[in-house]
């Protein structure tokens, strides 16, 4: 059964870049879309980006100035780059399996890695 | 704020049905499929419903309807286990993006 396990710094200070990382186990990475949600504290979720297997990309359009996404087949692995953080992205972030391009059919989650922006 | 709008809360009785409106445009429900989220407190959502499709293991207690650009959740026979927060979400077409519900509380009374 796959199983997503997010990864970061847990603290970053404004300004400066938020890189996470999603190791996808158990599981193919073939075939699968993978995205970045977010939430922030006490709020709902808020889609950020996906990267398909072939390459496809797609950006929630508020933050697509700041955001990259991208994936490494070898290491089974998603990256989130966020660039010049604000207290406003403070949040857990969660990684998610997308089934079908442009949908928002997120059927395995992963438990989520706090982020905290603070100097 | 949120592309789709949901009430921010809900609430039953045990054994009462509690039904969840999420509402949105041509752009996102009128186009694509509707999914549904449950997520408990301080843990990650659980993907609930898929248009008409309940994954294996969601009770089907739980079931899903959409017409035109609104979509809703019922839950029937209500339990004290399903309090939680339920999310529902589709991909816009115009934004080129998923876009959530700001989400609804239900409280079993």
């Known amino acids: 059964q796959v199983q997503l396990q997010e990864s970061g710094p847990g603290v970053v200070k404004p300004s400066e870049t938020l890189s996470l990382t999603c190791t996808v186990s158990?599981?193919?990475?073939?075939?699968?879309?993978w995205s970045w949600i977010r939430q922030a504290p006490g709020r709902g979720l808020e889609w950020i980006a996906y990267?398909?297997?072939?390459?496809?990309?797609a950006y929630n359009p508020s933050l697509k100035s700041r955001v990259a996404i991208s994936l490494d087949k070898s290491r089974r692995q998603v990256s989130l780059n966020l660039t010049s953080v604000t207290a406003a992205d403070t949040a857990v972030y969660y990684c998610?399996?997308?089934?079908?391009?442009?949908?928002?059919?997120?059927?395995?989650w992963g438990l989520g890695t706090p982020v905290t922006v603070s100097s | 704020q949120f592309v789709l709008t949901q009430p921010p809360s809900a609430s039953g009785t045990p054994g009462q049905t509690v039904t969840i409106s999420c509402s949105g445009s041509?752009?996102?429900?009128?186009?694509?499929?509707v999914c549904w989220f449950q997520q408990f407190p301080g843990t990650a959502p659980k993907l609930l419903y898929r248009?008409?499709q309940r994954p294996s293991g969601v009770p089907d207690r739980f079931s899903a309807s959409k017409s035109v650009t609104s979509a809703s959740l019922a839950i029937s026979g209500l339990r004290a286990e399903d309090e939680a927060d339920y999310y529902c979400?589709?991909?816009?077409?115009?934004?080129?993006?998923?876009?959530f519900g700001g989400g609804t509380k239900v409280t079993v009374l």
């Open positions: 998610a399996r997308g089934r079908s391009k442009e949908s928002a059919w997120l059927d395995t």
């Open positions: 248009e008409d």
């Open positions: 041509t752009s996102n429900i009128g186009q694509n499929f």
């Open positions: 979400a589709a991909w816009d077409d115009s934004l080129t993006a998923v876009v």
């Open positions: 158990g599981g193919s990475v073939h075939i699968f879309h």
């Open positions: 990267v398909s297997y072939g390459g496809d990309t």
